[in-house]
């Protein structure tokens, strides 16, 4: 699948803000931290924040989104001869590693325990998730 150069600059963006964002909250904390703060520190207006999240609870569960569908193409890319079993011994795997090995995983970790709102905000899309 070919990605366009738009799309991939909305990634990269998306990607800026993500990672401005989860380190604001990590420093100051969630609830410190407000939208202004994190576009300022990606470099985009409060307008462009709105265009990629909702709001900071939206933007602390994309993290959640993205392992969501990056589980659906692992559970697809799984041979239809295996098992029910099979899929998820092999893409429970797949998805600890996956998880583990992303440098803001500990991170993000910090945060929801440290802010009930936080946690809040990740576990709503965890419903999107499960759908």
Do not use: N
């Not at 998306?14 to 380190?23: M, T, V």
């Not at 993290?63 to 001869?81: H, K, M, N, Q, T």
Request: proline letters at 2%.
């Amino acid at each position: 699948m070919r990605v366009t150069l738009q799309k991939r600059k909305r990634m990269l963006v998306r990607d800026a803000i993500w990672d401005a964002a989860i380190s604001l909250f990590d420093e100051k904390g969630f609830d410190k931290t407000t939208v202004e703060d994190i576009a300022k520190a990606a470099g985009v207006s409060r307008r462009s924040f709105f265009r990629y999240f909702a709001s900071k609870d939206d933007l602390l569960a994309q993290g959640v989104v993205s392992d969501g569908e990056w589980l659906e193409r692992a559970i697809e890319a799984c041979p239809r001869s295996y098992s029910p079993f099979d899929v998820i011994r092999v893409v429970t795997s797949e998805v600890a590693v996956r998880i583990a090995a992303h440098p803001r995983t500990r991170i993000v970790l910090r945060i929801t325990e440290r802010s009930h709102a936080a946690r809040q905000g990740q576990d709503s899309a965890l419903a999107e998730v499960e759908d």
